[in-house]
């Protein structure tokens, strides 16, 4: 349990309800120390144009790459404003994507009918992989019952096992990822760990699951780290830290061109994150992701702390709904309200509480962000 005297940072929102914040002597935490340090200077370059023609050299390393080839890159396509948006740039750039969309149960009729228009639209092939119900429903529901704070891991898990695999499977050398420090570079490691542990997972669903995982799809260090990069040659490129990105003209943009509807906070498109980030982090944890997004977007020039604060007086979404989406999870859960209200109220574990392969894992992260273009 977190006994600190509450402090927020006075640069941007975050807070001690992040238990390993630090702060200098102006009160300025560690989060906003780090941006600072090692991403403002790509950022405000992004921002004036400055990196645009490393975007055009990238464009083109990635056609020459694909050329002779159905598609010269691949990404995930979520519905969400940042793949949406990766989207519409790189049909814009004149590249040849192959979107590939993890269907996990999950999603909102709004985000179906994003990516339906997006597709459409911009002419671009999809591929939608539908996950094995009762082994994802098993899967998720053992993550509560862990009490773990991250307990979105088994769609986060599953999406880069897929994308990377129909890369293999076409020849793709580029993979466009949405990731960008404009909007998300904030997020504090305790609030979660990080998905891409397969014996965190499978510790888990071997203590709490019930259904064996024949079809679910699972990465592990060396197909993830090794085989996918150096071997087969696949290489992540992020697109969105080379040119002005702005979230809220992002949102203007992808109105206008390709039917896009928003569907309230950063990741919602998803009925389950929704619930997750919206309702179970804060009830059980005290997380709130919207200090991380809202704090992001302060320190990249695009939002004023004062709206920031101003937007966490609001509940993290409709209380009405938050009722109704809990009904829904439980149900498709399998459980009862009251169950899944029980559950809710075991004690809250950490993920060390679990086996991991953390220290093999960081190893991998700082190979992989040596090697992976900004």
């Excluded at 799809?217 to 060396?222: H, L």
Aim: net charge positive; charged share 25%.
């Amino acid at each position: 349990m977190n006994t600190r005297a509450y402090q927020r940072c006075t640069s941007c929102v975050m807070d001690t309800t992040d238990p390993d914040i630090t702060f200098n002597e102006q009160g300025v935490c560690n989060h906003c120390q780090r941006y600072d340090l090692m991403v403002r200077d790509v950022v405000d370059r992004a921002t004036r144009g400055e990196r645009l023609q490393e975007l055009d050299a990238m464009v083109e390393r990635i056609k020459a790459a694909g050329k002779g080839k159905d598609y010269d890159c691949i990404m995930g396509l979520s519905g969400g404003v940042d793949s949406s948006y990766v989207a519409y740039t790189a049909k814009r750039l004149g590249l040849r994507p192959l979107a590939v969309h993890f269907d996990s149960g999950w999603n909102s009729e709004l985000a179906v009918n994003n990516i339906e228009n997006i597709v459409k639209r911009l002419g671009i092939d999809l591929y939608t992989h539908v996950v094995n119900w009762e082994e994802m429903r098993d899967l998720q529901l053992a993550f509560f019952k862990a009490s773990v704070a991250n307990c979105d891991i088994p769609t986060d898990h599953a999406f880069p096992a897929i994308l990377l695999g129909q890369a293999a499977r076409h020849g793709i050398k580029y993979v466009l990822s949405g990731a960008n420090y404009a909007t998300e570079f904030i997020l504090p490691s305790a609030w979660g760990y990080q998905s891409g542990d397969q014996r965190h997972l499978k510790d888990i669903h071997k203590k709490f699951g019930q259904a064996p995982l024949r079809e679910y799809p699972t990465i592990g260090f060396f197909k993830q780290y090794i085989w996918y990069p150096y071997i087969r040659g696949i290489k992540t490129v992020k697109p969105l830290n080379y040119l002005p990105y702005n979230k809220f003209d992002a949102k203007q943009v992808i109105t206008q061109e390709l039917g896009w509807r928003d569907y309230g906070g950063k990741h919602y498109e998803s009925i389950f994150t929704r619930f997750f980030q919206g309702y179970y982090l804060p009830t059980k944890f005290g997380y709130d992701k919207r200090l991380a997004h809202l704090s992001s977007l302060i320190k990249s020039g695009q939002l004023s702390r004062e709206a920031a604060l101003e937007e966490l007086q609001r509940p993290t979404y409709d209380p009405e709904l938050q009722a109704e989406d809990k009904k829904f999870v439980a149900k498709k859960l399998g459980v009862s309200v009251s169950e899944l209200d029980e559950i809710f109220a075991r004690p809250r574990k950490d993920y060390t509480d679990y086996a991991s392969n953390k220290k093999l894992l960081d190893i991998g992260l700082r190979v992989k962000r040596a090697f992976t273009k900004l």
